[in-house]
Each structure stands twice: as C-alpha cells, then as structure tokens.
C-alpha cells in the first residue's frame, strides 16, 4: 500500500468508527480536488460524505446511500486526472458504511474493514498526495475516534452518537504536491 497505517489499531475501532475515517478521508481529497472534480460531482461527494457521517452517528440509516454506488461508477467513468482517485474512495467508503449496518444482522465485520482501507488505498493512489501525510491523517482521526470511543464505551456495532462528533477536529483539505520524479526521469 502507499501509505504506512497500521492496519491492527484499524480493525480494533467499532465499525462505525472505521467507516468514519473513511469518510473523513475522502471528505479531505474532496476538498483538495476542486479542480478536478465537476461542481455537481464535488457537491455528491460531500453529501454523501455527510450522509455517512449521520449514519455513523446514528449506526444505522444507510438507505439514502443506495443508489450511490451506481452514480460514482458513472462519475468514474467519465472523470479524468484526480477526480478518478476521490470518486473510488467515495465508492469504498459507502460500501463500508453499507456493510457496517449490514453487520447488526450479518457477520460481515471483515468487510467494514476491508472496505474502508480500500477508500484509503483509492484516496493515496493520487501521485499529487503523499502516502506519509494520508498515514498521519489517518494515525490522528484514529487516535481521536479511538480515544472518544473508549470514553464514551461504544461498542464494535454502536452509533458513535454526537459525543464522538463534538470531541473530533475538523476535516480540511488534503495538501496537493507536485508529484515526484522517478530517478529515471530525473536522469532523462
């Protein structure tokens, strides 16, 4: 993976949890990619952003969500440059938020997991964000999540409710850099 997250303090936050990350993360590179993404496509993205975060709040609620996937796969299909890596986090990170509601009925916990490290994985796959910054990001939201979690002892399936919300920093954008030379161009 292009980025250094330690993956075992991942899978130990309750699932809503995990998907919040997600979603901030994508939220980030959202942000970032203004010129990249379409005003119309920008404005879903950040829905959608905040409908999953109501929903992580809630732990349940995912329905506005369903037809979601299909719209990111047209996006996708027609986006260019770094719109292309925000559209496939957004895909994951609903597929997660999808899979953690899923998960009050169902065994599917591994898939919450999965589904949100593949939203970071898409996310870093843009050469324009560096893979260190995506791993301090995501240590910090952890360790913020993790700590209110604990503090207000939710559980693997709760809603983190807004006690978690109102003790977590603000997203900003992700910081954009040109990307680097490989030693072969360098030497071109």
């Known amino acids: ?6 993956p075992q303090q991942f899978g130990a936050l309750p699932l809503w949890g995990q998907v ?3 979603a901030r993360l994508v939220r980030r590179a959202a942000l970032a990619a203004s010129e990249d993404l379409s005003p119309a496509a920008r404005e879903f993205v950040l829905a959608c952003c905040d409908t999953i975060e109501q929903c992580a709040k ?17 996006l996708i299909a027609s986006a260019a440059g770094g719109a292309r890596p925000v559209l496939r986090g957004l895909y994951y990170a609903v597929d997660a938020a999808r899979a953690a ?10 898939t919450v997991t999965n589904s949100a490290r593949e939203a970071f994985a ?3 796959q843009d050469p324009r964000v560096s893979g260190l910054q995506v791993s301090i990001l995501l240590a910090g939201d952890l360790d913020q999540v993790r700590f209110t979690c604990g503090e207000a002892r939710i559980g693997t ?10 003790r977590i920093a603000p997203v900003h954008a992700l910081t954009h850099s040109a990307p680097r030379r490989s030693p072969e161009e360098e030497y071109r």
Do not use: H
């Open 20 to 22: 919040l990350l997600a």
């Open 122 to 124: 898409a996310i870093a």
């Open 1 to 6: 993976m292009p980025y250094a997250f330690e």
């Open 157 to 166: 399936y709760d809603g983190l409710t807004n006690y978690v919300f109102e």
């Open 101 to 110: 509601e899923a998960a009050n009925d169902f065994p599917v916990d591994a």
């Open 58 to 74: 809630d732990g349940q609620g995912t329905a506005p969500l369903e037809k979601a996937p299909a719209r990111v796969d047209g």
